[in-house]
């Protein structure tokens, strides 16, 4: 009786022990996924950039958008282009960091140019529905949502 009593407890243990492991593993797996589809999104958004020969333009990102559609936690699995959206300047700072760091490198507008520039882009398509980048007063626009 104690015998099968010590092994149903390091039953439990092993489960105890395996479910982190292998929620972290799906978790990081999420990451590494929205990981790359940021990047094919960078990507893409600067094709259209150099498509339209706006490489000297400032450029800034309204709304926010999350590619990884999987699992998420606070911080893994979380994306690059929704990150900070509440703030001010919406999620413009990480946006080009993460630009910047994938040799990317594109100057930001101000925060008063953003806010001018947001009541002008209610009609417009975001990334999601029409992969596109709009031009509005001598700055590109990409709106994620």
Same mark, same amino acid.
């Given at each position: 009786?104690?015998?099968?009593?010590?092994?149903?407890?390091?039953?439990?243990?092993?489960?105890?022990?395996?479910?982190?492991?292998?929620?972290? *593993?799906?978790?990081?797996?999420?990451?590494?996924?929205?990981?790359?589809?940021?990047?094919?999104?960078?990507?893409?958004?600067?094709?259209?950039?150099?498509?339209?020969?706006?490489?000297?333009?400032?450029?800034? *990102?309204?709304?926010?958008?999350?590619? @990884?559609?999987?699992?998420?936690?606070?911080?893994?699995?979380?994306? *690059? =282009?929704?990150?900070?959206?509440?703030?001010?300047?919406?999620? @413009?700072?990480?946006?080009?960091? =993460? =630009?910047?760091?994938?040799?990317? @490198?594109?100057?930001?507008?101000?925060?008063?140019?953003? @806010?001018?520039?947001?009541?002008?882009?209610?009609?417009?398509?975001?990334?999601?529905?029409?992969?596109?980048?709009?031009?509005?007063?001598?700055?590109?626009?990409?709106?994620?949502?």
């Amino acid at each position: 009786m104690l015998k099968e009593k010590s092994k149903i407890l390091m039953i439990i243990v092993v489960i105890a022990l395996l479910m982190p492991s292998g929620i972290t *593993f799906l978790l990081n797996r999420s990451a590494v996924n929205c990981y790359h589809e940021e990047l094919k999104m960078a990507n893409q958004i600067t094709e259209m950039i150099k498509e339209k020969n706006y490489q000297d333009k400032k450029v800034i *990102f309204i709304g926010q958008y999350n590619p @990884n559609q999987k699992r998420k936690g606070e911080m893994l699995g979380a994306s *690059f =282009f929704e990150w900070d959206y509440v703030t001010e300047y919406q999620c @413009n700072n990480r946006i080009h960091g =993460f =630009f910047e760091a994938s040799g990317l @490198n594109y100057k930001s507008a101000s925060i008063e140019e953003m @806010n001018k520039i947001i009541p002008q882009i209610g009609s417009l398509k975001s990334w999601q529905e029409k992969k596109q980048i709009y031009l509005i007063d001598d700055i590109v626009v990409i709106k994620l949502s």
